[in-house]
């Protein structure tokens, strides 16, 4: 069974950076696209970046020249570099295939822009 843990998250300033990690339990981002989705309270969950196998990323228009995605497929884990962080991008943020495959969510890693 896939599991799929995500870490890094916590409180940070306005302007501020982190950088999350997704690990999976067995090799499977050498096959499938992986991305980075967030839930903010009231909101639907959105993808905010994706990278296929060979690298290829995309990332949704509010977080472009902020966000990293990337990917180390000897390691089964995928990164997001967050910097120049906005109260707004305040949320839980979760790692999956893309397109997600529902069993495969996990508890995700709140990460919170606050002065």
């Known amino acids: 069974q896939v599991q799929l843990v995500e870490s890094g998250g916590g409180l940070v300033q306005p302007g501020g950076s982190l950088r999350l990690s997704c690990a999976a339990s067995?090799?499977?981002?050498?096959?499938?696209?992986m991305g980075w989705y967030r839930q903010a309270p009231g909101k639907q969950r959105e993808l905010v970046a994706s990278i296929t196998g060979p690298g290829s990323t995309n990332y949704t228009d509010s977080v472009k020249g902020r966000f990293t995605i990337s990917r180390d497929n000897a390691k089964n884990t995928v990164y997001l570099e967050m910097n120049s962080l906005k109260p707004e991008d305040t949320a839980v943020y979760y790692c999956?295939?893309?397109?997600?495959?529902?069993?495969?969510w996990g508890q995700g890693t709140q990460v919170t822009v606050s002065s």
């Open positions: 067995r090799r499977l981002f050498n096959l499938n696209a």
């Open positions: 999956n295939t893309v397109p997600p495959i529902s069993p495969f």
